[in-house]
């Protein structure tokens, strides 16, 4: 009875690590046949071009389409080299961002997630810069798409059976306890 308690208790673990994991799909869609109604509440992760430039967002941060625009953020891999003393704000990230916040004096906002303090400057690897990229330029996008639903429903059909397949072995084994035939 031990063993199997421990097998339920980790099936029901890996339901709820994959549910995390798997919750999340990419469509790609041509800008002509999306609902132009549904624009706005899109969260878009990648975008290419009709020149066939791909600039790709972060998922934790998808890009939106405001006024016939998709408009985002996305890492630029450039080194910029900042004097300590021309460091207007230097805020660490918290426990649930991941980049930190670099301001300078003459306004310039960086938010950066490798960079290296050096005894008088910091050294900026790649930071997020803001894009702007008009929808009539704009071939293809790739959309984020929310599964959660269909995998949650998967796992609680996955546990329900589970618990039906415990539920029958424990009756079996208060069966056979008792005496009674099979």
């Given at each position: 009875?031990?063993?199997?308690?421990?097998?339920?208790?980790?099936?029901?673990?890996?339901?709820i690590?994959?549910?995390?994991?798997?919750?999340?799909?990419?469509?790609?869609?041509s800008i002509?046949?999306?609902?132009?109604?549904?624009?706005?509440k899109l969260?878009?992760?990648g975008?290419?071009t009709?020149s066939?430039?791909?600039?790709?967002f972060?998922?934790e941060?998808?890009?939106?389409?405001?006024?016939n625009?998709v408009v985002?953020?996305?890492i630029?891999?450039k080194?910029?080299v900042?004097?300590?003393?021309?460091?207007?704000?230097?805020?660490k990230?918290?426990l649930?961002?991941?980049?930190?916040?670099?301001?300078t004096k003459d306004?310039?906002?960086?938010e950066?997630?490798?960079?290296?303090?050096?005894?008088d400057?910091i050294?900026?690897?790649?930071?997020?810069e803001?894009?702007?990229i008009?929808?009539e330029?704009v071939?293809l996008?790739?959309?984020?798409?929310?599964?959660?639903?269909?995998?949650l429903?998967?796992f609680?059909v996955?546990?329900?059976?589970?618990?039906?397949i415990?539920?029958?072995?424990?009756?079996?084994?208060?069966?056979?306890?008792?005496g009674f035939?099979?």
């Amino acid at each position: 009875m031990f063993k199997k308690i421990i097998s339920l208790l980790t099936i029901i673990t890996f339901v709820i690590f994959s549910y995390s994991c798997a919750s999340y799909s990419v469509q790609k869609k041509s800008i002509d046949t999306i609902d132009i109604s549904s624009l706005s509440k899109l969260r878009i992760v990648g975008v290419q071009t009709k020149s066939g430039e791909d600039v790709g967002f972060l998922w934790e941060r998808p890009a939106s389409i405001n006024y016939n625009a998709v408009v985002g953020k996305t890492i630029t891999r450039k080194e910029v080299v900042i004097k300590k003393t021309d460091i207007k704000i230097h805020r660490k990230s918290s426990l649930y961002k991941e980049f930190d916040l670099i301001q300078t004096k003459d306004g310039k906002t960086y938010e950066t997630n490798s960079y290296q303090i050096n005894s008088d400057s910091i050294v900026i690897n790649q930071y997020l810069e803001g894009v702007s990229i008009p929808l009539e330029q704009v071939d293809l996008i790739w959309v984020l798409k929310d599964d959660s639903a269909k995998v949650l429903t998967a796992f609680l059909v996955v546990g329900i059976v589970g618990i039906l397949i415990a539920f029958a072995s424990v009756i079996r084994n208060f069966n056979m306890n008792l005496g009674f035939p099979q």
